[in-house]
């Protein structure tokens, strides 16, 4: 099964922007740390960085055609105000691919601004306020959706072929 994860604006700056809110981490190591979980546990990952809305949304739509079967994101400042982004998430509602959003600091604690997701009505779960294990939680919890839709599956072809 394969799982995309969509990191939104200058999250690339991550180890050298704001270190006091978001850790020295670098964005590259996230990666790294989260794809050695996934094939641990038999997924494949995939990874996309834009800093534009409308790239973010074309890669949520691919995701239909490239056979992803579950998205972890992070919106990033897209959070707040992306009708765009949050259009594309609740197309996948039907297909189904299921999405998990992630934050590195606590949204619910930082500036009023900050606080309300346009993305979270419309995902599967949030994860926030972790720094970069707020990935690490998105990857689990992805990996149980996904297992439990492969269950739900195979048990609905079991009773098929009764």
């Known amino acids: 099964m394969k799982i995309k994860v969509i990191h939104g604006p200058n999250m690339n700056m991550l180890g050298i922007r704001e ?3 978001y850790g020295p981490m670098k964005l590259e190591d996230v ?5 050695v979980v996934a094939k641990q546990n038999g997924f494949e990952i995939e990874f996309y960085q834009s800093n534009h809305e409308g790239d973010i949304v074309d ?3 691919e995701s239909i055609t490239d056979k992803t079967d579950g998205i972890i994101i992070n919106p990033a400042a897209l959070t707040h105000y ?3 982004i949050r259009d594309a998430i609740a197309a996948l509602r039907n297909i189904p691919i299921p999405v998990v959003e992630v934050h590195m600091s606590n949204i619910a604690a930082r500036e009023e601004f900050r606080q309300k997701s346009l993305i979270s009505p419309v995902v599967a779960g ?3 306020g ?3 294990f707020s990935y690490h939680l998105g990857l689990l919890s992805m990996m149980q959706i996904l297992n439990e839709f492969k269950m739900a599956k195979e048990a609905q072809n079991n009773q098929q072929k009764q």
């Open 82 to 84: 992306s009708i765009a």
């Open 59 to 61: 890669a949520i739509q």
């Open 126 to 128: 949030t994860i926030s």
């Open 130 to 132: 972790f720094g970069p």
């Open 19 to 21: 270190v006091n809110i």
């Open 31 to 35: 990666n790294k740390n989260m794809e």
